[in-house]
């Protein structure tokens, strides 16, 4: 069993849709990174959560510690937000896990 | 403030072959971590370096090894290509060790082993 799972691994939307992506992870943490990924091979880095919520934009994070779970939300989704969303886990004292990532494709 | 650069984009070996991939960090940021990502997968981590000093490697064997030097720039080395070390290679540079502190990804270097 992976130690960050994402899903849904694929997820196609129409445009204006609300999208979740979730990530469940299996080990002790300090903090959980959601990362965003185009064809071509660029990440950019959305959130980090350690606690709570964070919103930027139309994007909004969220993790409950105790049930070792975080969403990613996108409000009234757009064809630009096509991407992979890979989710990123750091145990204390230790590197970054990676999920396997979510394709979303939105369609106009 | 540049961003991350890594070089070069595209690289085609044979095996049995050894390849250098070249990154280049944000100025000031003093740890770089190198990433291996296999088509559809998400990205492993292969080792971390701090101010030019090896912190914390992934399961990767030795042949895969690494430098970090004064200028934020740095270089993942890999001997003995095998073909199932195609993959992109990212480079992240970050301000400090820590798992909380945000990533800079580069570009990727994706390399295509014969």
């Known amino acids: 069993k992976n130690e960050v799972e994402q899903s849904p691994q694929n997820l196609t939307a129409q445009e204006g849709e609300f999208i979740t992506i979730n990530c469940s992870y299996s080990v002790g943490i300090s903090a959980l990174h959601w990362l965003q990924q185009h064809p071509g091979g660029g990440i950019v880095s959305l959130f980090m959560l350690s606690s709570g919520k964070k919103k930027h934009g139309r994007l909004i994070a969220t993790i409950n510690i105790q049930e070792k779970h975080s969403s990613l939300h996108i409000t009234a989704s757009h064809p630009r937000d096509s991407a992979v969303y890979i989710c990123a886990v750091g145990p204390w004292g230790d590197k970054l896990i990676f999920g396997t990532g979510t394709r979303l494709q939105v369609f106009p | 403030e540049t961003g991350v650069t890594q070089s070069p984009t595209h690289l085609i070996k044979t095996r049995g072959q050894q390849v250098t991939l070249r990154c280049s960090s944000q100025?000031?940021?003093?740890?770089v971590s190198w990433y291996q990502q296999a088509l559809g997968q998400g990205p492993q981590f292969i080792f971390q370096?701090?101010?030019?000093?090896?912190?914390g490697r992934g399961n990767f064997p030795p042949r895969f090894s690494g430098l970090q030097f004064p200028n934020y720039s740095s270089e993942l080395n890999v001997n003995a290509l095998e073909l199932d070390d195609s993959a992109l290679y990212l480079c992240a540079s970050s301000l400090d060790r820590l798992s909380t502190d945000t990533q800079y990804f580069g570009p990727g270097t994706r390399l295509t082993v014969l």
């Open positions: 100025s000031g940021h003093n740890t």
């Open positions: 370096y701090y101010r030019e000093e090896e912190n």
